[in-house]
């Protein structure tokens, strides 16, 4: 098997995240990502920049193709949570009332202060929220495309993001757990208002899934009852997920 290393970089300002990027590379590519994360960072204003780099030990888990990508776009929020909400109530067969309710907790910050968590909030089938710290939540790591390069320029000429490509990888990660049956995202970035809603079947792109300004954002994973949270913590953040392709 040829070596792969894991790039992790993070950069932060007076303790709070700036930018960030993960990536699974053959060792050959090793220095060439480090000047895709320089270019990353350009402009940005950080005090402190952590950049790991790991030889990879356990096999990846292969994936063939990325969830397809169904683009949505909405008069309003309200219109595109709505929308998300009917997605999720299919899904998890939790109460649409209950799901807003969770929704609304992400859009205010949910973590126990009110702030943005690191990761993700999981929620089982009673709407209860069973993460193992609320602060943190669970963070899905070790996941890349095996052509990232490739697959970003398919993406962008569709009118796609980097974040999309971002989000992407590790929203079909995420759904490759037999124990997660959705996932609902909004990013913390004030004037991005692109979220998502992923299922087994597909990364429903909502815009606008949040209201402009709002600093606030985050995950939801919507989990199965006899989810074992030690297993599922393991894969989301130490499995090492190569996807080939997207459409
Ligand atoms: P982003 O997609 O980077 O805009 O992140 C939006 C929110 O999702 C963040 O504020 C975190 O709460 C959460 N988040 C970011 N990265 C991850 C990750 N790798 N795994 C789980 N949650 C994440």
Do not use: G, K, N, V
């Given at each position: 098997m040829k070596k792969l290393f894991s790039i992790k970089a993070r950069a932060s300002c007076e303790g709070k995240h700036v930018s960030g990027a993960e990536r699974i590379v053959p060792e050959e590519k090793i220095f060439q990502t480090l000047e895709w994360i320089q270019n990353k960072l350009k402009g940005k204003n950080f005090d402190s920049l952590n950049i790991k780099i790991n030889l990879i030990k356990e096999k990846p888990l292969i994936v063939k193709k990325a969830l397809p990508i169904i683009d949505m776009k909405f008069k309003d929020y309200e219109e595109a949570n709505k929308k998300a909400v009917e997605i999720l109530h299919a899904q998890t067969g939790l109460k649409k009332e209950k799901l807003m309710e969770i929704i609304r907790l992400l859009h205010k910050g949910?973590?126990?202060?009110g702030e943005n968590m690191r990761g993700a909030m999981i929620i089982n089938q009673k709407g209860e929220r069973v993460e193992k710290d609320h602060f943190r939540g669970v963070r899905t790591t070790d996941v890349d495309f095996t052509e990232r390069e490739l697959i970003a320029e398919k993406l962008t000429e569709k009118g796609f993001t980097q974040r999309t490509v971002d989000a992407l990888a590790i929203a079909t990660k995420n759904m490759v757990h037999p124990q997660i049956t959705a996932e609902y995202c909004i990013s913390?970035?004030?004037?991005?208002?692109t979220g998502y809603v992923a299922t087994k079947d597909g990364y429903?792109?909502?815009?606008?899934l949040k209201r402009k300004g709002n600093s606030k954002g985050g995950r939801i994973y919507f989990v199965k009852d006899d989810t074992d949270l030690d297993e599922l913590y393991r894969f989301l953040e130490k499995k090492p997920v190569l996807i080939n392709d997207a459409d």
């Open positions: 949910s973590s126990p202060e913390d970035e004030p004037d991005y208002l429903h792109r909502l815009t606008p």
